[in-house]
């Protein structure tokens, strides 16, 4: 059976950094891409970033120069680096694999991935 599974969370205080691991136990990486979601209490679930089958990252503006998100296709897994963090990253972090057709292209909206993770808590707070 598939598994996305999360990890990394943690709090940390405004300024700090924080690196979340996504483990995929399916298909190698270069046939999927993976997204990396967030959604705050009260808030609509929000992609932050992803990278495509051919590992192109795409980062939403909120993070762009903070957080870069790669991959290790040895290890099937996908690392988002969060630098600079900010109260308004705190959030659940979500990890999800998309069998893509698309090899440049990965997409922001939750609604095109097939599997998901369970969650990571990241607060950051003073």
């Known amino acids: 059976q598939l598994q996305v599974v999360e990890s990394g969370g943690g709090l940390v205080q405004p300024g700090g950094s924080l690196r979340l691991s ?4 399916g298909r190698p990486l270069d046939y999927v891409a993976i997204g990396w979601f967030r959604q705050a209490p009260g808030k609509e679930r929000e992609g932050v970033s992803c990278i495509s089958r051919s ?3 795409t980062h939403v503006d909120s993070v762009k120069g903070r957080f870069t998100i790669s991959r290790d296709n040895s ?7 969060m630098n600079s ?3 308004e990253d705190t959030a659940v ?4 694999e ?4 698309s090899t440049s292209y990965c ?3 939750g609604t095109e991935y097939d599997y998901w993770g369970q969650g990571t808590q990241v607060t950051v707070s003073s």
């Open 55 to 57: 590992g192109r990252p």
């Open 22 to 25: 996504c483990a995929t136990s």
């Open 85 to 87: 963090l900010k109260p």
């Open 75 to 81: 290890k099937n897994t996908v690392y988002l680096q």
């Open 93 to 96: 972090y979500y990890c999800a």
């Open 107 to 109: 997409s922001s909206r």
């Open 98 to 101: 998309d069998v893509a057709l």
